[in-house]
């Protein structure tokens, strides 16, 4: 195996993991949800672990959590994820991203006692849970500028306080947050390590993967109209059968995503109407989500599901109406960094294989804001999270810490080349 770089500890990281355990988790699991008291606690301990240090701290306009180590150029190497928790949640979720950025920010430290060639940046970002007004990724979505204020402003958690009421009273005006977008003028590249939280990389016995990017998401309602009639007499040639042509989506959606090249595709409901035993189905509404890594790819998808639908319809002597749900583009990461990513889960585990995030993260946001992005995953036993028994193995915490810490050394070279 590799040798570990001097002011590398990855052992360190697993401590301060347990120790944030032992601060902010109870019987049932973590319970750092973002703008409580536990996160904050959890965010003056975070500040503690870079005492000693030379860097400078603050809290930008969206209460994400700065931490910068200046280097001879002002282009800025950025490691993030987030301190914050579902309640109940994992170990490990955002806090390992975080901490092993710690980790080799202290390493970085050691190996440039006068300043490294760029500058290097830790960040928390705020709630990227969502868990209490059901908007996920808040405090990078108000960085890249992807943040809808007026969707965001009228939100409310269970007890009704509404979102720009809790930022008050943690000190942060809604109406200012995007301000935060300030801080991505000098950001060359941005890192973030996390869990898988899925079961690919345990399936395949690997204990790390390079992540090629976030799916995009199509999710529609696809509603047949025909005609309700009797039963027992009507002749199977005069039927107007809503649910015969919705029916026959099933097996062509799959089969679309299985050329597709990676895509996904769910019909995860259908209602039908009369909906009784003894009539012809008048109106028949599936929905359809179908998710791929590549716009065009994703694109085609729909494209094909919209002409097969309209096939079946005329087919079946129905009509067809389309919905669209919800929508979100793929965020691919930066080729070059992808490169790096799966060298440095290489060199440092001896095999590494690249996969495409299912769920949404921070970098999502970064890599649509435009900054050059790149994640690594490490293996969920279980592929279990946003649960207190989310685990993974500790010699596979400490290998994300050094693949972690390779994946900087790399980046932080590509940066400064670029610069030259
Ligand atoms: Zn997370």
């Given at each position: ?7 590398l ?11 944030l ?6 019987a ?22 870079f ?12 209460g ?26 994992g ?56 943040l ?6 009228v ?19 809604f ?17 973030e ?10 399936d ?8 090629l ?7 529609h ?20 059968d ?13 089969a ?10 769910t019909i995860g ?13 008048e109106e ?28 079946f319809?005329?087919?079946?002597g ?25 060298e ?9 294989h ?48 050094q ?18």
């Amino acid at each position: 195996m590799v040798s570990m770089p001097p002011g590398l500890d990855p052992q360190r990281t697993i401590r301060d993991l347990e120790e944030l355990r032992s601060l902010t988790a109870d019987a049932r699991g973590a319970q750092r949800v973002a703008f409580t008291p536990t996160w904050r606690a959890a965010r003056a301990w975070l500040r503690e672990r870079f005492a000693g240090l030379p860097v400078e701290m603050h809290e930008d306009a969206a209460g994400n959590l700065w931490t910068t180590l200046r280097g001879t150029s002002d282009r800025a190497l950025v490691i993030g994820s987030h301190i914050d928790s579902v309640p109940n949640g994992g170990w490990l979720d955002g806090c390992l991203g975080l901490l092993s950025g710690v980790e080799v920010l202290r390493r970085i430290c050691h190996e440039h006692p006068s300043g490294p060639p760029v500058t290097v940046r830790v960040v928390d970002w705020a709630d990227e849970e969502g868990a209490r007004f059901g908007k996920s990724l808040f405090g990078s979505a108000a960085c890249s500028g992807n943040l809808d204020l007026d969707e965001a402003r009228v939100l409310v958690d269970k007890q009704g306080v509404t979102l720009p009421d809790a930022l008050r009273g943690v000190g942060i005006d809604f109406e200012r947050v995007k301000e935060s977008g300030r801080e991505l003028a000098t950001a060359a590249a941005y890192l973030e390590l996390h869990i898988e939280q899925g079961p690919v990389l345990l399936d395949l016995g690997l204990p790390m993967g390079a992540v090629l990017g976030t799916f995009g998401v199509e999710r529609h309602a696809i509603t047949f109209h025909g005609q309700a009639a009797h039963s027992g007499s009507t002749p199977m040639n005069r039927r107007h059968d809503a649910f015969l042509a919705a029916a026959r989506m099933a097996p062509e959606c799959y089969a679309i995503a299985a050329r597709s090249g990676g895509g996904v595709c769910t019909i995860g409901s259908c209602t039908t109407k009369p909906g009784i035993v003894t009539s012809v189905v008048e109106e028949c509404r599936i929905t359809l989500d179908q998710r791929h890594l590549d716009a065009a790819a994703l694109a085609t998808m729909l494209a094909e599901a919209r002409a097969a639908a309209e096939r079946f319809a005329a087919e079946g002597g129905v009509s067809v109406s389309w919905e669209r749900l919800w929508h979100i583009a793929p965020a691919p990461f930066h080729p070059d960094l992808v490169s790096f990513a799966d060298e440095a889960v290489r060199e440092t585990c001896g095999t590494s294989h690249r996969l495409p995030s299912g769920p949404l993260h921070d970098a999502a946001e970064m890599a649509m804001a435009g900054v050059p992005t790149v994640m690594l995953f490490v293996q969920s036993l279980g592929g279990i999270s946003h649960n207190k028994i989310e685990d993974t193995r500790r010699e596979h915490l400490e290998l994300a810490v050094q693949a972690l810490d390779r994946l900087a050394t790399k980046t932080m070279a590509w940066i400064a080349n670029a610069t030259t």
